[in-house]
C-alpha cells in the first residue's frame, strides 16, 4: 500500500513515439493478487527535455495550478522552446497564452478529460499554435503534471487510457486436465483386479 509504480504511455498505448512521457500510480488497494492504482502524475524524462534545448534557444518554463469540472486540483508544468533568443516581454507573454490555455482545457474537462487533452497532445498544439504569433516557437510541451487533490465527484472513467484486459485462458485446456487424473485412477483400478 502507498508504493509508486512508473510505467511509460509507450506500455500502455503500442505507440513508441511516447516512450519518453512516464506516468506515475501509486497502490491504494490491494485485491487478492491485484493491487488497485490510482492515477498521481506524469513526467518527461530528463534527456528528452535536454534534447530540444540547444545554445541560443530560450527555455521558457511555467507553473500552474488548475482545477477541473470534477473538483480535482492539478499543477501542471509546460515549457516552450524558441527559435532564437527572445526579449523578456515576448517571454512574459508566451507564459501568458501557456497558462490561459491550460486554464481553458481544465475549465471545460473533468480529470479524464483533462489529461487526455494533455497526454494525447491536443493542449501543446494549441498552445504552441497560439505562442507562435508571438515569436518563433520550436516545441510546447507539458514537462510534468501532478495531482494535488483527488476529484471530489467519483467516476468510474480510467483517468488515463482504457488498457484492453488479457484475454482468459481457453476452457479446453483445464478439461484436458481433469480427464487425465481419471485415466490414471481408471489405470490403478485395473492394477489391483489383476
Do not use: W
Not at 490555455?101 to 487533452?117: H, P, R, Y
Amino acid at each position: 500500500m502507498g508504493r509508486t509504480v512508473e510505467v511509460t504511455l509507450n506500455e500502455l498505448t503500442g505507440d513508441m513515439k511516447l516512450m519518453h512521457v512516464k506516468l506515475t500510480f501509486q497502490v491504494r488497494e490491494v485485491v487478492d493478487l491485484a493491487a488497485k492504482t490510482q492515477f498521481v502524475g506524469h513526467s518527461m524524462t530528463s534527456d528528452y527535455v535536454r534534447r530540444m534545448v540547444r545554445r541560443g534557444n530560450t527555455r521558457i518554463p511555467g507553473v500552474f495550478d488548475v482545477q477541473t469540472t470534477d473538483g480535482s486540483r492539478i499543477r501542471v508544468k509546460p515549457f516552450a522552446v524558441t527559435d532564437r533568443r527572445c526579449q523578456t516581454t515576448q517571454n512574459m507573454a508566451i507564459r501568458a497564452i501557456m497558462g490561459a490555455a491550460i486554464q481553458e482545457s481544465a475549465s471545460k474537462n473533468n480529470l479524464s478529460g483533462f489529461l487526455a487533452d494533455v497526454l494525447q497532445g491536443g493542449l501543446s498544439e494549441r498552445m504552441h499554435n497560439a505562442a507562435r504569433k508571438i515569436h518563433p516557437v520550436r516545441r510546447v510541451e507539458i514537462a510534468k503534471t501532478e495531482i494535488l487533490e483527488a476529484p471530489s465527484i467519483s467516476s468510474d472513467e480510467t483517468p488515463v487510457f482504457k488498457v484492453a484486459a488479457p484475454e482468459p485462458e481457453p476452457v479446453e485446456a483445464s478439461a484436458e486436465a481433469t480427464e487425465a487424473p481419471a485415466a490414471t485412477a481408471e489405470a490403478t483400478d485395473a492394477d489391483e483386479e489383476q
